[in-house]
C-alpha cells in the first residue's frame, strides 16, 4: 500500500467548505483512493472512493489531478456532526472488495466550531 | 448495505482474565475478517487476519498467544485477549469485505475493553 501524508487536524466553522489533502507519491497504477471517516468510540465509515479527477456522492467530493499523487477530500457546508477523523486510504481495490489488509495512517482530526 | 455487528460493546474485567469479542458478518459472508486495536488519539493499528477455516495471521509484534483468533464460519469471527493486563485496554475493531459488488470494506462498531 502507498505511503500517505495527511495534515494532523483542522479547525473549521459551521456552513464552511472544508478540503482535506492527503500526499500519496507512490501510487501504484491500480491502486484506488479511499477515504473512511471516524467518529469516537465508533468504526470507521466509508465515505467516497475514487481514481482519477473528480468523484461526487452526497457525502462529499474527491478531486484526483491527472499526476494523482494526491487527492483532496471537500466537504461542503459542514456541521458540527462532521467532527471526527478522516482517514485517506490508497490500495488496489481488490484490497477492498476481495478483503485484503488496510493500513491507516494518522489521519485528519477536524473540529468543527459553532 | 453491509452490516458488520460486535458483541460486546464495552466490557470492564479484572486483571488476568480472558475475554472474547465477537465479530459478526449479518448479511453477507466473509472468508476474511481483520482485526484491529485503536488507542486514545491514535490511528488504528492491524493487529491480524481471521481466516475462515484456517489460522489467522498475525501482525509483526502481536503476540498471537495472548490474542487468540478463531473464524468458525463465514459469518463469525472471535478475538479472546488471554490474561488481560491493564495495557491491553483499547478500542478493538473488525472489519470485512463483502465481496463482489461492492468496493469498501466494512467496519464493525467496536469493543471498548477496560482492563482494571
Known amino acids: 500500500l502507498a505511503k500517505t501524508t495527511q495534515p494532523i487536524s483542522m479547525d473549521s466553522y459551521e456552513g464552511q467548505e472544508v478540503n482535506i489533502t492527503c500526499s500519496h507519491n507512490?501510487?501504484?497504477?491500480?491502486?484506488?483512493i479511499t477515504w473512511y471517516q471516524q467518529f469516537p468510540s465508533q468504526g470507521p465509515r466509508f465515505i467516497i472512493q475514487g481514481y482519477k479527477t473528480k468523484v461526487t456522492n452526497e457525502v462529499a467530493s474527491l478531486f484526483i489531478p491527472a499526476d494523482r499523487k494526491s487527492s483532496t477530500l471537500s466537504l461542503p457546508r459542514v456541521s458540527l456532526s462532521d467532527t471526527a477523523v478522516y482517514y485517506c486510504?490508497?490500495?488496489?481495490?481488490?484490497?477492498?472488495?476481495?478483503?485484503?489488509?488496510?493500513?491507516f495512517g494518522q489521519g485528519t482530526e477536524l473540529s468543527v466550531k459553532p | 448495505g453491509a452490516v458488520v455487528s460486535q458483541h460486546p460493546s464495552r466490557v470492564i474485567c479484572k486483571s488476568g482474565t480472558s475475554v472474547k469479542i465477537e465479530c459478526r458478518s449479518l448479511d453477507f459472508q466473509a472468508t476474511t475478517m481483520f482485526w484491529y486495536r485503536q488507542f486514545p488519539k491514535q490511528s488504528l493499528m492491524l493487529m491480524a487476519t481471521s481466516n475462515e477455516g484456517s489460522k489467522a495471521t498475525y501482525e509483526q509484534g502481536v503476540e498471537k498467544d495472548k490474542f487468540l483468533i478463531n473464524h468458525a464460519s463465514l459469518t463469525l469471527s472471535t478475538l479472546t485477549v488471554t490474561s488481560a493486563h491493564p495495557e491491553d485496554s483499547s478500542f478493538y475493531i473488525c472489519?470485512?469485505?463483502?465481496?463482489?459488488?461492492?468496493?469498501?470494506?466494512?467496519f464493525g462498531p467496536g469493543t471498548r475493553l477496560t482492563v482494571l
Open positions: 486510504l490508497v490500495g488496489d481495490r481488490m484490497i477492498y472488495n476481495q478483503g485484503g489488509k488496510l493500513i
Open positions: 507512490n501510487i501504484a497504477t491500480n491502486d484506488y
Open positions: 472489519s470485512a469485505a463483502p465481496g463482489t459488488g461492492y468496493n469498501e470494506q466494512f
